[in-house]
Antibody, heavy 117, light 107 residues
Framework: QVQLQESGPGLVRPSETLSLTCTVS????????WSWIRQPPGKGLEWIGY???????HYNPSLKSRVTISVDTSKNQVSLNLISVTVADTAVYYC???????????WGQGTLVTVSS | DIQMTQSPSSLSASVGDKVTITCRAS??????LAWYQQKPGKVPKLLIS???TLQSGVPSRFSGSGSGTDFSLTISSLQPEDVATYYC?????????FGQGTKVEIK
């Protein structure tokens, strides 16, 4: 059974960098799209971006200048870095997997990140 | 970028009613459309991929249809456990945008 587990700080100061890790168990990171998706409190889902096969990435244009998503196949981990955060980046952050030609079939449980001084 | 617009934004229906949610893409996305269900406080769950393919374990009262720009999710007989917010998502071309969500409640 594939499981995704997000980890990282729950509190980040404004202007600093938000860094999260998603550890994948029960399956490989190869040949899947690995994404980060966030959900501000009480709001809808916002797609942050994906990494595919360790090299190909695509990001939400609204976040592109601040975000990096990468995958470490040796550790079976997917990472998110978001620089220069503001209070608007406060959200539950989800890691999710999409097979080719499919929606996201596995999701992590989500981790709340609060941006506050 | 492709925009996904869902309607209605919320609805209230009785148990046993047929419920339909629509999703419109600003550009054609073939059938690269997914539907998710998110119950309060829970993780989104994939219901349907490729516009109409029901995921394993999803009740057969859920169905999806459409292609190109217009899609729909139908619940043939609404049950109390279907109370949730439903999202459509384009995965034809990045950015893989989500619709704004449709909140379904029981009348």
């Amino acid at each position: 059974q594939v499981q995704l587990q997000e980890s990282g700080p729950g509190l980040v100061r404004p202007s600093e960098t938000l860094s999260l890790t998603c550890t994948v168990s029960g399956g490989s990171t190869s040949s899947y799209y690995w994404s980060w998706i966030r959900q501000p409190p009480g709001k809808g889902l916002e797609w942050i971006g994906y990494v595919f096969n360790s090299g190909s990435t695509h990001y939400n244009p609204s976040l592109k200048s601040r975000v990096t998503i990468s995958v470490d196949t040796s550790k079976n981990q997917v990472s998110l870095n978001l620089i220069s955060v503001t209070v608007a980046d406060t959200a539950v952050y989800y890691c999710a997997r999409a097979p080719l030609s499919s929606g996201y079939d596995y999701w992590g449980q989500g981790t709340l990140v609060t941006v506050s001084s | 970028d492709i925009q996904m617009t869902q309607s209605p934004s919320s609805l209230s229906a009785s148990v046993g009613d047929k419920v339909t949610i629509t999703c419109r893409a600003s550009l054609g996305i073939s059938n690269y459309l997914a539907w998710y269900q998110q119950k309060p406080g829970k993780v989104p769950k994939l219901l349907i991929s490729t516009a109409s393919t029901l995921q394993s374990g999803v009740p057969s009262r859920f169905s999806g249809s459409g292609s190109g720009t217009d899609f729909s999710l139908t619940i043939s007989s609404l049950q109390p456990e279907d109370v949730a917010t439903y999202y459509c998502q384009n995965y034809n071309s990045a950015p893989w945008t989500f619709g704004q969500g449709t909140k379904v409640e029981i009348k």
